[in-house]
C-alpha cells in the first residue's frame, strides 16, 4: 500500500517512506566520492590533492539547488495540504525552470572565475592547473547537477521517494560505470574523472524532467509555470538555510584546507578530501531522512494537524539518536579500511587521515540532531530559525574553532573543531524546538 502524507505515521510508516530518500542521499555522496577514488588510485596524489582542492567553490556554485528543493518543496507541500493541487503544480514548474535557467548563468560565470579563485584560495603550479581542468569539465553540467538536487526533494512531496531513488541509482551507477571506463580503463586522468560526473549529472537531471513532463501517477506534474515573486521570495527564504549550510560548509571547506597546508602541506588537502568524502556519506544518511520527512511536517503544518506534527518530531529524534549511534560505531570501525582504500599507497597520508577519522568519528554523535532541527524549521515554513541553526553549526561556530583550536593542539585542532562545532550546535536546536513548541502546537 502507498504511504500517502496525510497518514498517521508510526515508526515502520515513517522509516518505510523516509528509507529511499536516505538510500537516495547515499547513492548520491557515494557516486560523489568514485571520482575521489578512482582519481587517487588512477591517477596520483596531486590530482587527488587538486579534486579535493577545487570542489568546495563548485559546491557553491551548485548551492542554489539546495535552496529551491528545500524552500519550493515546503511550500509545494503546504500547499497541497491546503487542498490547491492546481497552484502546487504551477509552483513546482517554476522552482525546476527557474533554477536551471540560473544555472546555465552561473556555470558561465564560474568556468571564468575558477583560475583566479583557485589562486586566490593559494594553488601554485600543477595543483593550480589541476585544479582549473578539473572545475572547468564539471561545470559544463552544472544546471543539472542543480535540477538533481531539487529532484531529491521533489520525488518525496510527489508521495514517489521510490521513482526519486531509481533516478538517482541510475546517475550514481552511470558514473561509476564512465569511471572506471574514462579514468581506469582509458587513463583520461581528470578529464576523464569530471567527464564521467558532467554524463552522471545530465542523466539525474533531466530523466525526472522527462517523468514530471509527462502524464505521471504522482502527486505534481511540469506545465505551466507563473512568475509568483511573492512565491520565489517565499522559497528562497525558507529554503535561504539550505543555501546557507551548502555555501558555508563550502567556504568552511576552503578555511580548512587553507590550514591543513599550513600544517601539513599538500597531504593534509589531501587527507581533509577523503575525510569530506567519507563524512558526507555518512551525513547524507541524516539529510536523506530529513529530506525524506520534511514534506510530511510541511502536509501536517499545513492542514493544522499538530497532533500529528508532534508524533512526527517525538518519533524523528528517537530514530535521529539511533542512527547517531550507529553511525558513530561504524566511523571508527570504518576508519582505517575507509583511509586505505583512498590512500593506502602512501604510509605518511595514510597515519594523517586515520587519526583525523578517529576523532573526526565522534561528530556524527551529534550531527544528525542539528541537521534534522534546521530542516523541521524550513517545512515549517520558518526560514530564519532554520538559517540560524545552519549558519551557527556549519560556519560561526566551525570558523571559530578552526582558527583557536589548531593554536594548542596543532592538526589534531582541525579534527576537532569538527566535533565541538557539531556538538554547540545541538544545544542550539534543542533551545530552538523547546522555545517554539507553543507556537506550533508540537
Known amino acids: 500500500m502507498q504511504i500517502q502524507l496525510s497518514d498517521k505515521f508510526t515508526y515502520g510508516r515513517l522509516l518505510r517512506f523516509t528509507i529511499p530518500s536516505i538510500v537516495m542521499m547515499v547513492f548520491t555522496s ?24 577545487i570542489m568546495p567553490y563548485l559546491m557553491i556554485l551548485g548551492a542554489i539547488g539546495f535552496m529551491f528543493g528545500t524552500g519550493g518543496c515546503a511550500l509545494i507541500a503546504k500547499t497541497l495540504g491546503e487542498g490547491n493541487q492546481d497552484k502546487a503544480n504551477r509552483l513546482f514548474s517554476l522552482f525546476v525552470y527557474l533554477p536551471f535557467g540560473l544555472g546555465i548563468v552561473i556555470a558561465i560565470l564560474g568556468f571564468f572565475l575558477v583560475g583566479p579563485v583557485a589562486s586566490l584560495l593559494g594553488a601554485e603550479g600543477l595543483l593550480l592547473e589541476n585544479s582549473i581542468l578539473y572545475g572547468r569539465v564539471f561545470l559544463l553540467g552544472l544546471p543539472f547537477y542543480m535540477l538533481q538536487i531539487e ?15 531509481v533516478f538517482t541509482v541510475a546517475s550514481g551507477v552511470t558514473n561509476i560505470v564512465l569511471d572506471a ?16 560526473t558532467v554524463i552522471s549529472q545530465v ?20 506545465g505551466r509555470a507563473d512568475f509568483d515573486k511573492g512565491a520565489i521570495f517565499h522559497a528562497c527564504t525558507n529554503g535561504s538555510s539550505e543555501l546557507m549550510t551548502n555555501v558555508s560548509m563550502s567556504l568552511v571547506g576552503m578555511l580548512y584546507n587553507f590550514q591543513l597546508l599550513k600544517y601539513e602541506g599538500e597531504p593534509g588537502v589531501a587527507a581533509y578530501g577523503v575525510l569530506m568524502y567519507v563524512n558526507f556519506i555518512f551525513i547524507s544518511m541524516f539529510i536523506g531522512y530529513a529530506v525524506g520527512s520534511a514534506p510530511i511536517i510541511s ?34 570501525a570504518l576508519a582505517t579500511p575507509m583511509s586505505m582504500l583512498f590512500v593506502g599507497y602512501n604510509p605518511s597520508l595514510l597515519e594523517l587521515t586515520k587519526r583525523g577519522f578517529y576523532i ?19 517545512a515549517l515554513n520558518n526560514g530564519p530559525v532554520s538559517a540560524i541553526i545552519s549558519f ?15 593554536l594548542w593542539l596543532g592538526t589534531d585542532g582541525i579534527w576537532l573543531s569538527i566535533v565541538l562545532s557539531e556538538a554547540l550546535a545541538v544545544v542550539v536546536t534543542v533551545a530552538f524546538i523547546l522555545g517554539k513548541r507553543k507556537k506550533y502546537g508540537y
Open 360 to 378: 573526526c568519528a565522534f561528530s556524527f554523535l551529534f550531527s544528525g540532531f542539528a541537521i534534522f532541527g534546521s530542516s523541521f524549521f524550513t
Open 392 to 406: 551557527l553549526r556549519t560556519a560561526v561556530l566551525q570558523i571559530i574553532a578552526v582558527l583557536v583550536l589548531p
Open 203 to 222: 542523466v539525474g537531471g533531466l530523466a525526472p524532467i522527462i517523468y514530471f513532463a509527462r502524464k505521471n501517477t504522482s502527486l505534481l506534474r511540469l
Open 181 to 196: 571506463l574514462f579514468v581506469g580503463l582509458f587513463s583520461w586522468g581528470l578529464v576523464g574523472a569530471a567527464v564521467a
Open 299 to 332: 502536509y501536517n503544518y499545513g492542514a493544522g494537524r499538530g497532533t500529528e506534527l508532534k508524533n512526527v518530531l517525538k518519533k524523528s529524534l528517537v530514530i535521529i539518536g539511533v542512527m547517531s549511534l550507529l553511525m558513530f560505531g561504524l566511523g571508527e
Open 30 to 53: 557515494i557516486y560523489g566520492v568514485v571520482d575521489g577514488f578512482f582519481v587517487s588510485n588512477f591517477v596520483g596524489e596531486e590530482a587527488f590533492t587538486a579534486v579535493n582542492f
Open 151 to 165: 529532484f531529491q526533494s521533489f520525488f518525496v512531496t510527489a508521495e514517489k521517494p521510490k521513482l526519486g531513488l
